[in-house]
């Protein structure tokens, strides 16, 4: 059975690199998109950023440009960093999987979730 | 409009059928993917492709779609499902997801 599980500082410090890895254990990352997903205490689902086994990225463009989207095969893992972060950016960070082998995409797999709290 | 409108909140009376509706222009051209989200809990797939489930889940929970609605459904409610429920769409003029407001459901 497929799962992931979300790694990486619960606290960071206004203006630094939140930075994050999730970690897919039971199965391969090849031929799947994966996905970064947050949500604000109280809040909704934002979509952050997507990328595929090979490298393709694809971006929420309300990040403006402060997200990066890493891959490595070899440790089944990928990775979210965004820079600048502000208090704005607390939120319960999920990594998903990208189905897309029905009629349209949708998140098939989802982490646990990691809370990231921006805080001096 | 790529937003989905969801209402905040739907109550109904265990063993009644509650009904979570997601709204946009033409929603009936693309294919609508259902989450339930349990308190501190990560989302969920119930139904994906407007009518589909994974496996798991039990067929009390539907889904339909029609002209500018997409619908879900969950029969014989029970006080298990009390959850927030988000519907999704996929941007294709964008490549991203798009996903509503979400609705907490609560069992009376």
């Known amino acids: 059975q497929v799962q992931l599980q979300e790694s990486g500082p619960g606290l960071v410090k206004p203006s630094e690199t939140l930075s994050l890895t999730c970690t897919v254990s039971?199965?391969?990352?090849?031929?799947?998109?994966w996905s970064w997903i947050r949500q604000p205490p109280g809040k909704g689902l934002e979509w952050l950023g997507s990328?595929?086994?090979?490298?393709?990225?694809n971006y929420n463009p309300s990040l403006k440009s402060r997200a990066t989207l890493s891959v490595d095969t070899s440790k089944k893992q990928f990775s979210l960093k965004l820079n600048s972060v502000t208090a704005a950016d607390t939120a319960v960070y999920y990594c998903?999987?990208?189905?897309?082998?029905?009629?349209?995409?949708?998140?098939?797999?989802w982490g646990r979730g990691t809370l990231v709290t921006v805080s001096s | 409009s790529s937003v989905l409108t969801q209402p905040p909140s739907v109550s109904v009376a265990p063993g009644q059928t509650a009904t979570i509706t997601c709204g946009r222009r033409?929603?009936?051209?693309?294919?609508v993917h259902w989450y339930q989200q349990m308190p501190g809990q990560a989302p969920v797939l119930v139904v994906y492709?407007?009518?589909d489930r994974p496996s798991g889940i039990p067929e009390r929970f539907s889904g339909s779609t029609s002209g500018n609605m997409a619908t879900l459904t969950i029969r014989r409610v029970e006080a298990g499902d009390e959850a927030d429920y988000y519907c999704?769409?996929?941007?294709?003029?964008?490549?991203?997801?798009?996903f509503g407001g979400g609705t907490k459901l609560t069992v009376l």
């Open positions: 998903a999987r990208l189905d897309s082998s029905s009629l349209d995409w949708h998140f098939d797999l």
């Open positions: 039971g199965g391969s990352v090849s031929y799947y998109y």
């Open positions: 990328i595929y086994y090979s490298g393709n990225t």
């Open positions: 033409k929603i009936g051209d693309k294919s």
């Open positions: 492709d407007d009518t």
């Open positions: 999704q769409v996929w941007e294709r003029s964008s490549d991203h997801p798009v």
